[in-house]
C-alpha cells in the first residue's frame, strides 16, 4: 500500500507519524512538499521519501491525501487529474464539496472528504467522514485507517454534516482554549502567579474530560454532583445562566456552521477561482 501526501504541514506530519506509529513502512510513504527545509524535515524524521514535484510523489500511490490549505485545492487538483486516475483521494481541506473535488480532478470521483482537528498532533484527534455510496467499503476502511492514525473517527451520512463537523470539532479545540484562557484568567485574578493558574486551568480541564469520558454517566448529571444546594458551584452556574453561557455557545457553534457553508459555496463557485469571501 502506497500513500502520498500532498502538503507537509502539521497535520499531514502528524498523520504520517501516527501510521508510522501504527507499524505502516516508513518506505511505503511518500509527501509531496515545495519547501525544501520541510522536506529534509520529514526524511530526517520520519524516515519517509519526500518530492518537490507531484508526479514523482504522486506515481504508483494507491492513495493520495490532499493536505493543502483549501484555498488551494482547486488549483493542486487540477495539476492531479490525470495522476490519480487509479488511487482513493481523500481531503482533508475544510469546506471543499465533493462535487466540486471531483470536477477539478477532471471527473474523478473516487473521494473520501475529512475534517480532523489540531488535537491530532499530539494523536488525539477526532475526525468526521463523509464518502457518498458509490465509494467501496476498501476504500472506506482506508480513509479510517489513515485518519484514525491520529485519533477517533466519525462517519457522517450526509455529506452536508460535514459543516456540523467542522463547527464541533474542527473549531472545538478553539472554544475549549478559549475557556481555558478564562478559567487561567480568573484565577489569576484571584492572585494565583501565571504558572500555578495555568496549571490549575489546564489539570482541571483534563481531569474534568478524562472523568467524563471515562463515566457512564451524561455531563449533565456530572454538573449537577459537582453542584452543591446553596455551595460555591452553584452560584457559579448561575452567574453564567444569568449571562446566557450556553445560549452563546450554541449560537457560536451555529455561526460556525454557516460560515463553513458559505466557505463550500464560494470555494466551489466557478466564477470565483475558488476564492473565499
Known sequence: MRICFIGGGNMATALVAGLIKQG???????????DAAARARLTRDLGV???????????GADCVVLAVKPQQVREVAGALGA??????????????????????????????RAMPNTPALVLAGVTGLFAPPAVARKDRALAEQILGAAGTTLWVEREDEMDAVTAV???????????????????????????????????TFAGAVKLAAE???????????VTSKGGTTERAIAELDRQRVREAIVSAVRAAAERSQELGAALGREDTGGSSR
Open 24 to 34: 505502516r513502512p516508513a518506505d511505503g510513504i511518500r509527501v509531496v512538499e515545495i
Open 49 to 59: 521519501q519526500a518530492h518537490a514535484e507531484a508526479a514523482a510523489g504522486v506515481a
Open 83 to 112: 495522476l490519480v486516475r487509479d488511487a482513493l483521494v481523500i481531503t482533508i481541506a475544510a469546506g471543499i464539496r465533493h462535487v466540486d473535488l471531483t470536477r477539478w480532478l477532471g471527473g474523478h470521483a473516487r473521494i473520501v
Open 169 to 203: 470539532s474542527g473549531s472545538g479545540p478553539a472554544y475549549v482554549f478559549y475557556f481555558i484562557e478564562a478559567l487561567q484568567q480568573a484565577a489569576s485574578e484571584l492572585g494565583f502567579e501565571d504558572a500555578a493558574a495555568r496549571a490549575l486551568a489546564l489539570d
Open 215 to 225: 463515566s457512564p454517566e451524561n455531563a449533565a448529571t456530572l454538573r449537577a454532583r
